[in-house]
Nanobody, 127 residues
Framework: QVQLVESGGGSVQAGGSLKLSCAAS????????MAWFRQTPGAERVGVAA???????SYGGFVKGRFTISQGNAKNTLYLQMNSLEPEDSAMYYC?????????????????????WGQGTQVTVSV
């Protein structure tokens, strides 16, 4: 059973940086997608960044070059480096994983394709 555990969230001032980590265990996918989503109270979960097992990445339009998604060498850890943080980036950040599919042309940014989720890590950006 795949399990995902996020860490690295916290409070930071606007313009600062944080690096989120997601430790994956029990991975059984030969090919897969992994992604970061975020959610604020009362809102839907929104895709931030995603990658596939071949290394292709995709980003939400609001990222604007500020965030970088990556995997560790052992590919059992997913990272999200976030720079130039803005108060609007404040949210609960979730790690997600799902089996690869050719039904999409790039790593998907919608929750539909992700079957396993972590518990989330809170990011708060103050002015």
């Amino acid at each position: 059973q795949v399990q995902l555990v996020e860490s690295g969230g916290g409070s930071v001032q606007a313009g600062g940086s944080l690096k989120l980590s997601c430790a994956a265990s029990g991975f059984t996918y030969n090919r897969y997608f992994m992604a970061w989503f975020r959610q604020t109270p009362g809102a839907e979960r929104v895709g931030v960044a995603a990658l596939d097992s071949d290394g292709t990445v995709s980003y939400g339009g609001f990222v604007k070059g500020r965030f970088t998604i990556s995997q560790g060498n052992a590919k059992n850890t997913l990272y999200l480096q976030m720079n130039s943080l803005e108060p609007e980036d404040s949210a609960m950040y979730y790690c997600a994983a799902g089996p690869y599919t050719t039904a999409v042309n790039q790593p998907p940014m919608t929750t539909y394709y992700y079957k396993t989720w972590g518990q989330g890590t809170q990011v708060t950006v103050s002015v």
